[in-house]
């Protein structure tokens, strides 16, 4: 699938063990059977209204209605459970292996699906959250916790109980608790979303693979201009055409690869995995 070219240029970088970072959106996702966060599946309906995932995913709304954001959440846990890591998910994470310190992932997903698969915690930048864990809603040192025991997955629109309802209170001040998602109405950071992680990792590498991401966010678009900028090379690996494809084809040696990710991470892995 891959042409000569770029599998010669993929040859040159596993022999000088440069620095290669993956950045993946929720195409590698969609791959697994999640469906994306604005599709259908996204939206919500509270009463006679609907509401749109970018209402939803809000600071704004979890104040208003914490129990019905957290039953949006609760429903998208068990789809992304049920879900299994795909043959790209399981590329990278032998990626990881064969490259080690030459690896960053970078990812907007927070299904948990790369954590699954093999990745470590520590090269892996969860950029927009995970939505198997919590923090208390204030900044009273709670800090990021896997969900609490006997919180369960919610088919969609099921309650949630009483006993459920207490263990969303934040243990150490009462609050409430939030998912550990990055909102719309929210900023990155280094403490929660690795923010400026990402932006070094950015400055190091030589080899930059977009991945099943249209660039609709602003961390994910300074990652790949400033591999751009510095001379490096970017592969867009998407189904279709976006942003990043034109960037990553004005890059030194780029290109974009279309196709489904599970197809064409194994073979890009094996040949970055030549001689490790």
Not at 129 to 157: D, H, M, W
Not at 164 to 181: A, D, F, I, Q, S
Not at 208 to 219: D, F, K
Request: aromatic share 10%; hydrophobic share 35%; with cysteine.
């Amino acid at each position: 699938m891959l042409s000569d070219s770029i599998q010669a240029s993929l040859g040159s970088f596993a022999q000088a063990s440069k620095k290669v970072t993956i950045l993946t959106g929720a195409g590698v996702s969609a791959e697994s059977g999640i469906p994306t966060f604005r599709g259908p599946e996204g939206y919500w309906t509270i009463g006679s209204r609907e509401y749109h995932p970018q209402e939803m995913a809000t600071q704004r709304t979890f104040r208003a209605k914490p129990y019905e954001v957290w039953k949006w959440y609760l429903y998208r846990r068990e789809v992304c459970a049920a879900a299994q890591p795909n043959p790209g998910h399981l590329a990278l994470a032998a990626m990881e292996r064969a490259l080690q310190d030459a690896f960053t992932l970078i990812t907007q997903n927070v299904d948990n699906l790369h954590l699954r698969a093999g990745n470590s915690p520590e090269k892996t930048y969860e950029i927009h959250g995970n939505i198997f864990f919590t923090r208390c809603q204030v900044a009273c040192g709670y800090g990021v916790q896997p969900l609490p025991e006997g919180l369960s997955g919610k088919a969609k629109g099921e309650d949630l109980t009483e006993e459920e309802r207490g263990l969303l209170t934040c243990p150490r001040c009462g609050k409430y608790l939030r998912p550990h998602v990055l909102w719309f109405d929210e900023s990155y950071d280094e403490l929660h979303y690795r923010f400026q992680s990402s932006l070094e990792a950015a400055a190091r590498t030589d080899l930059l693979l977009t991945v099943g991401t249209a660039g609709a966010t602003n961390l994910p678009n300074q990652v790949a201009w400033l591999v751009y900028q510095k001379g490096g090379t970017i592969l867009d690996i998407n189904i279709e055409r976006n942003p990043f494809s034109e960037l990553a084809e004005r890059s030194r040696d780029g290109a974009f690869i279309q196709g489904e990710s599970a197809a064409i991470l194994p073979e890009i892995a094996e040949i970055l995995s030549i001689d490790k």
